[in-house]
């Protein structure tokens, strides 16, 4: 089931919704013919199939010790966390291709089926509390608010670098890190009370 589901996001990320078959399947992966039917009925199973297991690969994607947040923030802690974003994204955008671009095919396709929508929103939803998390440790007055701003941040530099008009030459890790750095400290900078009260 691993190979089908395996070869069932390649087939995502390479060929579009359009090019996942149970016979594309059976034929990438080297399996004798009608063995992916036999393990996925149907094609809205076969598409579920692959959906979850990017959301299994997920889990290890967030957490926390797997990718070395510190279990305290306090010291350093912004410019640590700007590494590790770069990290992530580095290797999303530059390594993690395939995955990135099936999961970006998938998030449209649950807007129109219910039982994706459930387990891609709790894919996002680890992503959610790593992020709350994090930026409760680095002082966040509002760590739900800037995590989803931080989340929505993320998405949109892999997107741009992948199927937006940045892909034409995606961030170095180096600019990524720069990149984090400053979201992250213009997002937990002190609020400008004299722009929101209109004494400016």
Do not use: C, K
Request: hydrophobic letters at 45%; proline letters at 5%.
């Amino acid at each position: 089931m691993d190979l089908i589901a395996r070869t069932a996001v390649h087939l995502i990320a390479s060929r579009g919704l359009r090019g996942l078959t149970h016979r594309a399947v059976d034929e990438a992966a080297g399996l004798p013919p009608g063995s992916t039917s036999y393990h996925a009925r149907t094609r809205a199973r076969l598409i579920e199939i692959a959906l979850l297991h990017l959301a299994d690969e997920g889990a290890a994607l967030t957490d926390p010790v797997a990718l070395g947040v510190p279990a305290s923030l306090t010291s350093g802690g912004l410019d640590t966390m700007a590494r590790l974003i770069a990290d992530y994204l580095h290797t999303t955008i530059h390594e993690d291709t395939e995955r990135s671009l099936a999961r970006f095919e998938l998030a449209l396709e649950a807007n129109r089926r219910p039982e994706l929508r459930a387990v891609y929103d709790g894919l996002g939803r680890r992503f959610q509390t790593l992020a709350t998390a994090v930026l409760r440790g680095l002082g966040s007055p509002d760590p739900q608010r800037h995590a989803r701003a931080l989340i929505a941040w993320s998405e949109g530099m892999v997107f741009d670098s992948l199927a937006g008009s940045g892909a034409a030459r995606p961030p170095s890790h180096d600019e990524l890190r720069t990149d984090a750095a400053e979201f992250l400290r213009a997002l937990l900078a002190p609020a400008d009370t004299s722009v929101a009260d209109g004494t400016r």
